[in-house]
């Protein structure tokens, strides 16, 4: 039993330290910091592994102590096998080093020698074979952590835009949308020319995004790794895409109708051409204030890829396109715009915007837990306040491939 649950605990511990390396690898590989749900998933790996590791140090030392102990008990059985009085009784293996040499024996044997007679019946002898299908109560079947899922958390079109601090459930936003005015005077003492200032307000209401499980006591305390981090991280997961696919889906049903790439097979002509008109119309409606970013799906990258290889003469609008980096979402730019890709785009487009044209609001609640004792069970639940924020619609352009 000390066993098992040294490779359960053990099992647990490393797939944690996996875990936290993961954090840390796509943090890295995207040249940022942890964000607030990273770091949040880091420390709950952090304090579990204290105490796994609490539990495992005390249990080590026994088990190191009764191996050792194991030991010299064997090496005094066989030195008590070697010196008893039953030791020259005991039977060496058997083995001839050539088929005449076997039938030279027979053939003592034959003539009635003991020795060899003894020697041939214990070479011919039938041996029961064990092997592990006779004993697999005693082989424990491992598993490897980390425990595989393919799941794409990747916020790509959120982290651009970078979420803001939600204030409230309801809040708004002040927008010029009058300015004042000033022109050349058609004279001298002539009067100058008046226009008020207009300021609207935009108003915001927090949504609710968030998702449980009931999870039995029993699944939680023999589960290898543990259940909890991972039905927890995938929670989180969830959350990520369906708040992604929030903000996607209320950019592209706000933006502004772009030119469009032509019907049939693109050209480079063809996407470098709505490229600029998108460019035009985000510079007419924000005036250079913010960054342009591109974000599309991941159906349009055998329409883009082709046209913009990696490897490329100098007069190209693009150094080319890489098909190896989704862990980050950025593929790479076109004329000077990085191109993202995010599952939460729709189909057969390219969502064009400025970083100062939309805003998202976030605030997380995290993970929630609690027992239930009637049933031996444990509900856990992710949950977070999430709005995305239009400020401008001439500044989120929507390209499309027309059939």
Not at 189 to 214: D, H, R
Not at 252 to 277: F, K, M, R, Y
């Amino acid at each position: 039993m000390h066993d098992a649950m040294l490779a359960r605990l053990q099992g647990e511990l490393d797939s944690k330290r996996a875990f936290q390396d993961q954090l840390v690898e796509a943090a890295q590989t995207a040249g940022r910091d942890l964000t607030a749900q990273e770091m949040e998933l880091y420390t709950r790996a952090k304090e579990r592994m204290v105490e796994l590791e609490a539990q495992l140090v005390p249990m080590r030392d026994s088990v190191r102590i009764a191996a050792d102990s194991a030991a010299r008990t064997a090496e005094l059985a066989r030195a008590f096998e070697i010196t008893g009085r039953n030791a020259a009784r005991t039977p060496s293996p058997v083995e001839y080093r050539s088929a005449g040499e076997f039938l030279l024996e027979q053939y003592r044997a034959g003539l009635g020698d003991r020795d060899a007679a003894e020697r041939i019946e214990l070479y011919t002898r039938a041996a029961q074979h064990q092997t592990t299908a006779d004993n697999a109560g005693l082989i424990p079947l491992p598993i490897l952590g980390p425990v595989v899922s393919f799941i794409d958390a990747n916020r790509v079109l959120v982290t651009q835009l970078g979420p803001r601090n939600m204030p409230s459930a309801t809040w708004s936003r002040p927008k010029v949308t009058q300015h004042t005015s000033v022109a050349v005077q058609s004279a001298e003492k002539a009067e100058l020319v008046s226009q008020k200032m207009q300021i609207t307000k935009l108003t915001f209401n927090a949504a609710t995004y968030g998702g449980y499980v009931n999870v039995s006591r029993q699944n939680v305390d023999f589960s290898v790794p543990g259940i909890m981090d991972i039905v927890v991280n995938d929670l989180a997961a969830e959350y990520a895409i369906q708040t992604e696919l929030a903000a996607a889906t209320a950019f592209d049903t706000g933006s502004t109708a772009g030119l469009a790439i032509p019907t049939g097979v693109a050209t480079v002509a063809g996407v470098q051409a709505s490229i600029w008109d998108g460019a035009q119309k985000i510079y007419n409606a924000t005036r250079s204030v913010g960054r342009v970013v591109m974000v599309t799906g991941p159906d349009m990258l055998p329409v883009l890829g082709p046209l913009f290889p990696p490897v490329l003469p100098m007069d190209q609008i693009s150094t080319g396109l890489s098909a190896s980096d989704f862990s980050t979402g950025l593929v790479g730019s076109i004329s000077g715009i990085p191109l993202y890709v995010s599952s939460g785009v729709g189909t057969q487009r390219i969502l064009m915007l400025s970083t100062a044209a939309a805003e998202v609001y976030e605030q997380r609640v995290g993970a929630l837990s609690v027992v239930e004792p009637s049933v031996l069970g444990v509900q856990v639940a992710y949950a977070g306040f999430f709005t995305p924020a239009i400020i401008e619609a001439g500044g989120i352009i929507k390209i499309v491939k027309t059939p």
